[in-house]
């Protein structure tokens, strides 16, 4: 099912894992959760994409089998459809802290949840996590690594205050 010009219901209800764990239910998300998705495709992945080019989520939607196989949070964004995950690159060079810093610039007027996933030290993440919950756009921005499991706020944080901008 084509969600935009650019990107396909399968792109976000992809797992190799729910594929070999037999969660079929992952392939075939309720009427809901396909809304939920189109709402993140149109306000953030087709955004995202005109900027930086191609790409395709590691993680969009996630059944809730798969979400406790993988030990996703209880209240995760991917439950409903409202989330995705991806590591961006341009000419082989992680590219998502440049992401990042241009969705908390302006680049993206709305989000739910924005997180900095494990950055190195040179704040370049493994991934973002991007979120469009409809119902909570309050652009949260975490940063989340091996000490701060959790996340800690953004702006509370001069740590990472300093480090991100």
């Known amino acids: 099912m084509k969600l935009s010009n650019n990107f396909y219901l399968s ?15 992952q392939f075939k998300p309720p009427k809901e959760i396909i809304e939920n998705i189109k709402l993140l495709v149109e306000n953030i992945a087709e955004p995202i994409r005109e900027k930086f080019g191609s790409f395709s989520p590691t993680s969009g939607y996630r ?3 798969l979400n406790t196989f ?22 082989n060079k992680n590219i998502s802290k440049e992401v990042f810093d241009w969705i ?11 997180i900095l996933e494990y950055p190195d030290k040179n704040c370049i993440p493994r991934w973002l996590h991007i979120g469009y919950d409809i119902n909570n756009l309050n652009n949260t ?3 989340i690594d091996d000490k701060n499991p959790k996340g800690i706020n953004y702006y509370v944080s001069k740590y990472y205050k300093n480090k991100l901008l």
């Open 70 to 91: 993988v030990g996703g949070s209880k209240k995760s964004e991917h439950l409903i459809g409202a989330a995705m995950d991806e590591t961006f690159f341009k000419d």
């Open 141 to 143: 921005v975490l940063v």
């Open 104 to 114: 908390l610039n302006g680049g993206l007027k709305k989000w739910s949840t924005l």
């Open 11 to 25: 792109e976000f209800t992809k797992s190799e894992i729910a594929m070999k764990n037999g969660f079929k239910e």
């Open 63 to 65: 059944c809730k089998k």
